[in-house]
């Protein structure tokens, strides 16, 4: 709960009896690796907290391939977040790229600890504006502008996710076949 909790006053401070409501609704689990967290046509149940692994976070296209749309490392709060929002089911599967322990905390008691504590509701406030309006901005401009071999040069600026993804995941996420993304490879070094 430690890592859980500084995450968490990075973004806006909760009081004592906030944390304790909050502790209330989590509980610590275990996925392993390949284990769907959520299913596409599913409801959204949890939202996370990944302590530990890797998740990937993908929709299948119409000829059943996986596209992966982000990948979360730790210390990231994961969620169907457009799924919650509009409570219908998800357009996203949600999984287990390593074995990973969260904490994992109800979508419906957490939304209650929305309206009774504001520093939470600020909290969530903040979060959703940093992770999904500023930093997914770069994102969009970059898959509508940028070439697969330009968003892969960014991808392999972070080290530490890109040894830890499969080239087939990468492959998904540059929205390119292994083959190709075989020829960028060389094409760079």
């Known amino acids: 709960?430690?890592?859980f909790l500084e995450q968490i006053n990075l973004y806006y401070p909760l009081s004592q009896e906030t944390i304790a409501a909050l502790s209330k609704?989590?509980?610590e689990e275990n996925y392993p690796k390949n284990e769907?967290?959520?299913a596409s046509g599913a409801m959204s149940r949890y939202y996370y907290f990944l302590q530990s692994g890797l998740i990937g976070y993908y929709f299948n296209n119409e000829n059943g391939d996986s596209v992966y749309k982000i990948f979360f490392e730790?210390?990231?709060?994961?969620a169907s977040t457009s799924s919650i929002i509009k409570n219908e089911p998800s357009d996203f599967n949600i999984i287990a790229l390593e074995d990973c322990k969260v904490i994992q905390?109800?979508?419906?008691?957490?939304?209650?600890?929305l309206h009774k504590h504001h520093d939470l509701a600020m909290f969530h406030l903040h979060y959703l504006e940093k992770n999904w309006v500023v930093k997914k901005e770069p994102l969009e401009i970059s898959l509508k502008y940028?070439?697969?071999k330009q968003r892969y040069v960014s991808l392999l600026e972070n080290e530490?996710?890109?040894?830890?993804?499969k080239q087939h995941h990468i492959a998904s996420y540059l929205g390119v076949t292994p083959t190709q993304l075989s020829r960028i490879r060389k094409e760079l070094k």
């Open 1 to 3: 709960m430690k890592e």
């Open 25 to 27: 609704i989590c509980t």
């Open 36 to 38: 769907l967290m959520l």
């Open 74 to 78: 730790e210390k990231s709060f994961v």
């Open 105 to 113: 905390y109800s979508v419906k008691e957490y939304r209650e600890l």
């Open 146 to 148: 940028e070439t697969a």
């Open 160 to 165: 530490s996710l890109y040894h830890r993804l």
